[in-house]
């Protein structure tokens, strides 16, 4: 049977850039296997599978898979999803610019921005919430990133769906700098059970004002070039550690200069703490998958 197949780079409007997801269209009737076993053919950092909702509130329903596991939320596969389905016809915004994605953590709500031929998207993150990383762990994520922690902005446990821990680092530099050890990495979360390990530095010139580094070696990607759910994490733990202005604020993230797909994401925080991660999306690759 032929599926509809795209591939869209996430939080760039330049092809090659920024961060692929592929997305199957016409998912009905795919087990869970069969999606698994398409995420390890495609070997992204996520591959989706739109379904029909099982909810009238909602517009689609999405699946959402690394090569090794299935997630229950992600960020850059909910705005390649959301264009995909989109520039195919299979959805269109309702009247309130607004469309709903039904995914395994529940209703996403997705903003569709269209101006000068220019499509802008930007999601609402689920609630976060935080735990703190304990000193034996600290000292254990000291060896795997070969350097010390700021203990000042204490590393934390986020939970946006996607489980991260995140880490400030003095600065971008030190940030684009880090070479990981991914064995003892991989170890470390899955001994903890969280997807991976952010970290982020603030740029002292620039367009951007902090630079994002995603790893996740137990999910089968030892770097993620540009993460949704990540940007909202760092932007989460920010907001906790009070370290964005009190009456919120935007600001922009770079992610994915050391793997050659360097993006852009637009972060968003109110003054109750709500983020909103946006960006841009451009289709690569269309056809069929025949399975």
């Known amino acids: 049977m032929k599926r509809s197949y ?11 850039l920024g ?37 009238a509130e909602a517009d689609y329903r999405l699946r959402i898979f690394t090569p090794r596991s299935e997630l229950p939320f992600a960020g850059h596969p909910t705005l390649g999803s959301a264009h995909a389905v989109l520039e195919a016809g299979r959805v269109t915004p309702r009247r309130n610019g607004r469309l709903i994605q039904e995914c395994s953590i529940g209703l996403v ?3 569709v921005d269209e101006q000068g031929g220019q499509r802008q998207l930007t ?21 795997i990133l070969r350097r010390k922690v700021d203990i000042k902005t204490a590393p934390a446990i986020v939970n946006v769906g996607p489980i991260w821990v995140v880490v ?33 530095g603030h740029h002292e010139h620039g367009d ?13 990607v030892e770097e993620d070039p540009v993460c949704g759910s990540g940007n909202g994490s ?5 907001w906790e550690r009070g370290l964005l202005p009190t009456g919120g604020g935007d600001y922009v993230a770079s992610q994915g200069r050391c793997v050659g797909r360097d993006g852009r994401v637009k972060v968003s925080v109110d003054a109750n703490g709500k983020i909103l991660i946006g960006g841009s999306c451009v289709t690569c690759v269309e056809g069929t998958l025949t399975l």
């Open 6 to 16: 795209k591939v869209v780079d996430v939080f760039t409007r330049r092809p090659l």
């Open 19 to 55: 961060n692929p997801v592929a997305v199957v269209l016409d998912a009905e009737g795919l087990t869970a296997d069969t999606m698994q076993a398409i995420a390890g053919w495609t070997n992204l950092s996520e591959t989706t599978f739109v379904l029909p909702p099982t909810t």
């Open 109 to 111: 709500e997705v903003a």
């Open 123 to 143: 999601f609402g993150l689920p609630l976060a919430k935080l735990a703190p990383l304990h000193a034996p762990d600290m000292a254990e994520l000291e060896l």
């Open 168 to 200: 400030q680092m003095s600065d971008a530099t030190a940030v684009l700098d880090l070479r990981p050890d991914f064995a003892k990495l991989a170890e470390f979360e899955r001994r903890l059970g969280v997807t991976g390990l952010i970290v982020f």
């Open 208 to 220: 951007a004002a902090i630079e994002v580094r995603a790893f996740a070696p137990s999910c089968g």
């Open 234 to 238: 760092v932007a989460a733990f920010q």
